[in-house]
């Protein structure tokens, strides 16, 4: 399977518990997103990585919330301290950045919920 | 950012076509019209996307009308498993395509 893959795909933590979540995105994708997605609303928009660079975070970002793509490859989204709040789908896409293209591939998601 | 509004929610029967519209209002010149289809606990997949006038894939068709204002996408012949969360957004104008997703359209397709 050459899609993008997460992992976990379901986490239980505790509240004040950190988190960690893996996703490898297409392997000759450069850029890479993470979202984040509660039930019955859309994906919103968390940050952005272009290769190894993350050029853009969300507001929705906290300081609690941090995200690396070292070497441009696999990325780890990491939540410190969580809280109920941050129970939610976080999902991980990875596109080829091709002009004029919104064309993103998405994983299945890790489900979180903080308890 | 280009506001997008669709419908909730959508009902149909097994081999329908079905229409959903999306208004857009203040579309960039730049901008495309891309939709996306979710299914529960799946990560959306992108199904068609275009800038004006009609595109059709193997999945489904697009229609732009010249003022671009809105859009509509159709599903030939729905099955059961269209059943899902449709998506319709408007991509930012340049820079690397932060998509911003609204609450999309819930169809839900009868036997």
């Known amino acids: 399977d050459t899609g993008v893959s997460q992992d976990p795909r379901h986490k239980i933590t505790k509240r004040g518990q950190n988190v960690t979540f893996r996703c490898d995105p297409i392997s000759e994708h450069n850029r890479l997103y993470w979202y984040r997605q509660t039930l019955g609303q859309g994906p919103e928009f968390l940050t952005y990585?272009?290769?190894?660079?993350?050029?853009?975070k969300s507001r929705l970002l906290s300081d609690r919330f941090s995200a690396e793509r070292p070497k441009g490859s696999f990325s780890t989204l990491e939540i410190q301290r969580t809280e109920q709040g941050d129970s939610a789908m976080y999902l991980c896409?990875?596109?080829?950045?091709?002009?004029?293209?919104?064309?993103?591939?998405f994983g299945p998601g890790t489900r979180l919920t903080v308890t | 950012l280009a506001k997008t509004t669709q419908p909730i929610s959508m009902d149909s029967y097994e081999g329908q076509e079905v229409n959903i519209t999306c208004s857009h209002n203040n579309i960039a010149t730049n901008d495309y019209i891309t939709w996306y289809q979710q299914f529960p606990s799946q990560g959306p997949r992108f199904i068609i996307q275009?800038?004006?006038t009609k595109v059709t894939n193997e999945v489904a068709s697009l229609f732009i009308p010249a003022d671009r204002k809105s859009s509509t996408l159709s599903l030939p012949r729905v099955s059961l498993s269209d059943t899902a969360v449709y998506y319709c957004?408007?991509?930012?104008?340049?820079?690397?395509?932060?998509?911003?997703f609204g609450a999309g359209t819930r169809l839900a397709v009868h036997p």
């Open positions: 896409a990875s596109s080829s950045g091709r002009e004029a293209s919104y064309e993103q591939y």
């Open positions: 957004l408007v991509g930012i104008s340049g820079g690397y395509n932060k998509l911003i």
């Open positions: 990585f272009q290769n190894e660079a993350q050029l853009e």
């Open positions: 275009g800038y004006k």
